[in-house]
């Protein structure tokens, strides 16, 4: 099992549609929780982070983190052509301070 | 502020030969990181330092990596030799250690071993 699981995709939305990306970990022990966005041949960009079970909104992006399940969500509105990139989630397992991160999901947004 | 800074942002050698890597952090920050990126191994951390102390290097591949950082705004990822298979991006990526990690990655650089 993988440390940190993600679908590879592609997601295919429409625009301004809600895209939905999920995240599942395996070390129940993990503290924080990330999403970058990576846009073909350049970093990975940090998007958000959450800490704490529930939902965390920033502009037109949501964060959703269950412990109990073991897994993190990223939820896009209004999904625009210039989402269409590659999300990874990373998680902040315990007693390891850097990030290991899941393989990614790549997004795509159709005008 | 100017962000992670790398160099160089391309570099294609040969086989056997010696590559060094270059990082930047940002200012301030007391936490790097050195991550490869393949399409077959994904996001990868190979060494990471926190004022400026290797803590975990247990991501490094084998003898011929090695990592130092001397001083709080340098850092480099040597390569010697190189091979064909260590052919990926490499990111440096920095961050506050007070901020539970939040890492900010510089442009990575390509690196191609013929």
Known sequence: QKEVEQNSGPLSVPEGAIASLNCTYSDRGSQSFFWYRQYSGKSP???MFIYSNGDKEDGRFTAQLNKASQYVSLLIRDSQPSDSATYLCAVNRAGRRALTFGSGTRLQVQP | DAGVIQSPRHEVTEMGQEVTLRCKPISGHNSLFWYRQTMMRGLELLIYFNNNVPIDDSGMPEDRFSAKMPNA?????KIQPSEPRDS??????SGLQATQETQYFGPGTRLLVL
């Open chain 2, 88 to 93: 990926a991006v490499y990111f440096c990526a």
């Open chain 2, 73 to 77: 705004s340098f850092s480099t990822l």
């Open chain 1, 45 to 47: 960009e940090l998007i």
